[in-house]
T-cell receptor, first 115, second 117 residues
Framework: AQSVTQLDSQVPVFEEAPVELRCNYS??????LFWYVQYPNQGLQLLLK??????LVKGINGFEAEFNKSQTSFHLRKPSVHISDTAEYFC?????????????FGSGTRLSIRP | GAVVSQHPSRVICKSGTSVKIECRSL??????MFWYRQFPKQSLMLMAT?????????EQGVEKDKFLINHASLTLSTLTVTSAHPEDSSFYIC?????????????FGPGTRLTVL
C-alpha cells in the first residue's frame, strides 16, 4: 500500500529566503505525486503534480519539485518565499491510473514566513 | 480548471441530529467522488470513495451507517452524518475526478466545517 511521509511538521523561514519541504513516499508500483497547499479555513489548491516525463516539475506561485525515484522523494522547493506563502502544505501520492485510484496525503508541513 | 462546490460551507447542529453535505462538480462530470475528513492541524483522511450509481466504498474504520454517502448523479454526491455527536465535528472535504480527465486529476471542494454541539 502507498504511504507518504512529510518529515517536517513545521518549517519557519525568513521572508525572501529559500525553502525546501521534504516528502518521501512508499509504493510498490508506479506513482503519481502531488503537492497541495491549504490556506487557513480553506480547501486544497494543487501546486504541482508529477505524472511522468521530466523529473523537475514546476508549479504555481514559483514552486517546483523534483521526483527522485531512487530516493523515493518528491521535495518541494521555492527559491524565495513571501509572506503570502504561509500555509499548510501537503504531499500526496496516488497509485495507478484507474478511476478508483485514491490520493493519500502526508501529515502536512506548516510553513511560516517571518518578516 | 474544473470547479467543485460544497454546501453548506459551515454548519452547526445539535447532538443527535443528522446533517447532509452536498458536493457538486460544476463544469464536469465526475464518475468518482471522494470524501475526506480533516481534524484541526491534521492531514486529510480518506473516508470513502463514491461511484455514481453504486454503493460507496468505505475505508477501514469508517462507519458506513454513520456516514451515509449517496452519489446519485454524475455531478452530485452527498454525505450525511447521522445522529451527529461532538466527536464528529470536523472539516469535511470532497473531491471529484473528471470523467474525461486523463488520468487521475482530482479537484477538491472548499470544505464544510461541521460543529456538533
Amino acid at each position: 500500500a502507498q504511504s507518504v511521509t512529510q518529515l517536517d511538521s513545521q518549517v519557519p523561514v525568513f521572508e525572501e529566503a529559500p525553502v525546501e519541504l521534504r516528502c518521501n513516499y512508499s509504493s510498490s508500483v508506479s506513482v503519481y505525486l502531488f503537492w497541495y497547499v491549504q490556506y487557513p479555513n480553506q480547501g486544497l489548491q494543487l501546486l504541482l503534480k508529477y505524472l511522468s516525463g521530466s523529473t523537475l516539475v514546476k508549479g504555481i506561485n514559483g514552486f517546483e519539485a523534483e521526483f527522485n525515484k531512487s530516493q523515493t522523494s518528491f521535495h518541494l522547493r521555492k527559491p524565495s518565499v513571501h509572506i503570502s506563502d504561509t500555509a499548510e502544505y501537503f504531499c500526496a501520492v496516488s497509485e495507478g491510473y484507474s478511476s478508483a485510484s485514491k490520493i493519500i496525503f502526508g501529515s502536512g508541513t506548516r510553513l511560516s514566513i517571518r518578516p | 480548471g474544473a470547479v467543485v462546490s460544497q454546501h453548506p460551507s459551515r454548519v452547526i447542529c445539535k447532538s443527535g441530529t443528522s446533517v447532509k453535505i452536498e458536493c457538486r462538480s460544476l463544469d464536469f462530470q465526475a464518475t468518482t467522488m471522494f470524501w475526506y475528513r480533516q481534524f484541526p492541524k491534521q492531514s486529510l483522511m480518506l473516508m470513502a470513495t463514491s461511484n455514481e450509481g453504486s454503493k460507496a466504498t468505505y475505508e477501514q474504520g469508517v462507519e458506513k451507517d454513520k456516514f451515509l454517502i449517496n452519489h446519485a448523479s454524475l455531478t452530485l454526491s452527498t454525505l450525511t452524518v447521522t445522529s451527529a455527536h461532538p466527536e464528529d465535528s470536523s472539516f469535511y472535504i470532497c473531491s471529484a475526478r473528471d470523467r474525461q480527465g486523463g488520468y487521475n486529476e482530482q479537484f477538491f471542494g472548499p470544505g464544510t466545517r461541521l460543529t456538533v454541539l
